[in-house]
C-alpha cells in the first residue's frame, strides 16, 4: 500500500518529545523535516523516516506548518530569529514547551511581525508517553490556525483540545504540572512506606493501580520506583526544575496560595544536590528511599499474594 502524503511539518527540536512527534508523523505519511543540534538526535529521526533540515532557516524556507518542541526560552528566541530574519510566506509555528507567557507573547509578537501565526500548545505527558501517543495538546491561538493543525495533531497525540485565546494553553498546562509535581512525590512517599513497611515494591505498585489510590503519574512513574532505577528519563529533574519555577512564578503573579505544591518541591531539589539532576523525576523516590534509611539495592520483601 502506498502511503498517503499529508503535506510537509517541520520539528525544530527532536528531543523525547520531538523526536517522538517527528517519528509518529512520518509514520502517518507526513513529509517530516527534522532539525535539532544534537547529531545523536539527528540520526535518530533519520531512521525513523524523518529528512534532517541543515538549519532552521532551511527548515522553515520548506515546512508551511512548524512545531517547536525546545530546551529554554533562550533556545525559542534564537529559534524564532532565524525564522524571522528571512522572507518566506507565512508560517504556521507550533510552540510545545513549558514557557512563562511573557516569553511565548515575546515569541509569537516576533512571528507575528514577520507575518507568521504562533500556537501556544503546550503537552500534557512525558516523554514515554509520547513514544506511544499517549499525550494530550492544549492548543491555544488563532481558532482557524488551530483548527488546520487539528488533524495534524490526532497523528501523534492522544487527543487535542482548544482551550481559546493564545496563552490559555500554557495556564492550562501550569494547572497540570502543579498536580504532577505533587502526584509524583506523593507516589514516591507511598512507594517507600510500603517498601520500609517490608512489602513487594512490584504487589504495591499492582494492588495501588488496581484501587481507589491510583493516579496516572503513579501508574506511568511507579514502574522506575518499583526497580529503583530512574536513568531512562523522559523528563529530568534538572530539567524539570525550570518547569516548577515558571508554575511558582504563575502562582505568586496571582496571589494563589500552593501548600502542597510548594512542600514538593524541596523534594526536587534534594533530587538535583543528590546526583539524579540527569535522571527521572521519578528519583524523588530514591530520595525519601535515603531518608528512610533503605539502602539502594535493597527492593523490599518479598510478600505473598493471595
Request: hydrophobic share 45%.
Amino acid at each position: 500500500m502506498t502511503k498517503r502524503s499529508n503535506g510537509t511539518v517541520g520539528i525544530v527540536g527532536l528531543g523525547n518529545m520531538g523526536g517522538a512527534f517527528a517519528g509518529h508523523l512520518a509514520a502517518a505519511g507526513w513529509h517530516v523535516l527534522g532539525f535539532d543540534i544534537d547529531a545523536a538526535r539527528n540520526r535518530a529521526a533519520a531512521r525513523a523516516g524523518v529528512e534532517i533540515a541543515p538549519d532552521v532557516p532551511a527548515l522553515a524556507a520548506a515546512a508551511p506548518v512548524m512545531i517547536l518542541s525546545l530546551p529554554s526560552p533562550q533556545v525559542l528566541d534564537a529559534t524564532v530569529t532565524a525564522i524571522t530574519r528571512q522572507e518566506i510566506p507565512a508560517r504556521i509555528v507550533v510552540e510545545t514547551s513549558t514557557f512563562t507567557l511573557a516569553d511565548k507573547q515575546r515569541a509569537a509578537s516576533a512571528l507575528r511581525d514577520a507575518g507568521h501565526v504562533m500556537l501556544d500548545c503546550p503537552v500534557s505527558g512525558t516523554g514515554a508517553q509520547a513514544a506511544i501517543k499517549d499525550i494530550v495538546i492544549y492548543a491555544s491561538g488563532d481558532a482557524k490556525a488551530v483548527a488546520k493543525v487539528t488533524r495534524m495533531f490526532s497523528d501523534f497525540s492522544r487527543t487535542a483540545y482548544n482551550v481559546g485565546e493564545f496563552g490559555n494553553g500554557s495556564r492550562m498546562k501550569y494547572v497540570a504540572n502543579l498536580l504532577v509535581t505533587i502526584h509524583n512525590v506523593a507516589s514516591a512517599e507511598a512507594m517507600v512506606l510500603g517498601v520500609k513497611s517490608g512489602l513487594d515494591p512490584q504487589l504495591v505498585y499492582d494492588l495501588i493501580c488496581a484501587g481507589v489510590g491510583t493516579s496516572r503519574v503513579f501508574e506511568v512513574r511507579g514502574p522506575m520506583m518499583v526497580k529503583n532505577r530512574y536513568d531512562d528519563a523522559s523528563m529530568s529533574i534538572k530539567l524539570y526544575h525550570k518547569d516548577i519555577a515558571v508554575i511558582e512564578d504563575h502562582a505568586a503573579t496571582l496571589g494563589v496560595p500552593t501548600p502542597l505544591f510548594s512542600a514538593s518541591i524541596p523534594m526536587y531539589s534534594a533530587a538535583l544536590s543528590m546526583g539524579y539532576g540527569e535522571q527521572d523525576t521519578a528519583s524523588v523516590c530514591g530520595v525519601l528511599r535515603t531518608m528512610a534509611g533503605i539502602e539502594n539495592g535493597e527492593p523490599g520483601k518479598r510478600s505473598k499474594r493471595r
